[in-house]
């Protein structure tokens, strides 16, 4: 595992897009494995000003979101669709057309989990994933538990994980109970990863990371397996 400590979060942004721009120069066709939440908004901001200063072009990109709640219609200002329209495709040249996220408002999620696996088979698998870290150690929507899923499907959210997502809803009874998303399976089998941890409320997590050990309860701690992955957080994060 890469790990670099930088010093504010704009720094953690600048850096993770210095591996994006990197990897689309080398492979213009890349497929991207993008994520929502607060954290990943810096990244989308530095990649959004490289396009219009001409240093980078998404014309050729494909993109798989990591996860999308359910049920939820894609057009609802919380959902996942919408969060990666209004944060980045919208401000790019990538091919809406090309951009795929799972269905919020399939008739039947499990057959959607399936045929989400079988795009990314198709697709030749992801070049680059970009995750963030639930302060849990979640992973996507993988919640800390004695068994993982492989593969994408739907998932139940954790009360923790629901509270910290209210704030982006009216209420809490508005945030959705369920969520489609990939499993660790799908996301270990990306050839490059670059996780972004920030703020002091990610720093149990950050050092979980750091140590040796391996756990289900803590889901993040499965990135450790894979060979090229990438570590990027502040010092509100690692400090201490």
Do not use: W
């Not at 991207?32 to 607060?38: N, V």
Request: glycine share 6%; aromatic share 8%.
């Amino acid at each position: 595992m890469n790990f670099l400590v930088c010093n504010t979060y704009e720094e953690v942004s600048q850096e993770a897009a210095k591996i994006f721009e990197a990897q689309l120069k080398a492979k213009p066709d890349s497929v991207l494995g993008l994520a929502t939440g607060s954290t990943p908004l810096g990244l989308y901001r530095e990649l959004i000003r490289a396009y219009q200063c001409g240093g980078v072009d998404f014309s050729r990109v494909t993109s798989i979101n990591l996860d999308e709640y359910y049920p939820i219609e894609p057009t609802h200002e919380q959902s996942y669709r919408y969060f990666m329209d209004t944060n980045l495709f919208n401000h790019i040249n990538i091919n809406k057309e090309n951009t795929f996220v799972p269905n919020g408002k399939a008739a039947d999620p499990a057959a959607e989990s399936v045929a989400y696996d079988e795009r990314v088979k198709r697709l030749g698998g992801i070049d680059l994933q970009l995750l963030g870290i639930g302060e849990n150690g979640h992973i996507g929507f993988n919640e800390p538990s004695e068994q993982l899923h492989a593969g994408t499907h739907v998932e139940v959210l954790t009360e923790s994980t629901r509270q910290a997502n209210s704030r982006f809803f009216a209420s809490l009874d508005e945030v959705p109970t369920h969520a489609i998303t990939m499993g660790m399976t799908s996301i270990l089998t990306a050839r490059k990863i670059v996780l972004l941890a920030c703020g002091k409320n990610k720093h149990d997590v950050v050092m979980a990371m750091l140590d040796d050990k391996i756990t289900t309860s803590i889901p993040a701690t499965l990135l450790k397996c894979h060979p090229d992955m990438t570590l990027l957080c502040d010092n509100a994060a690692f400090k201490g």
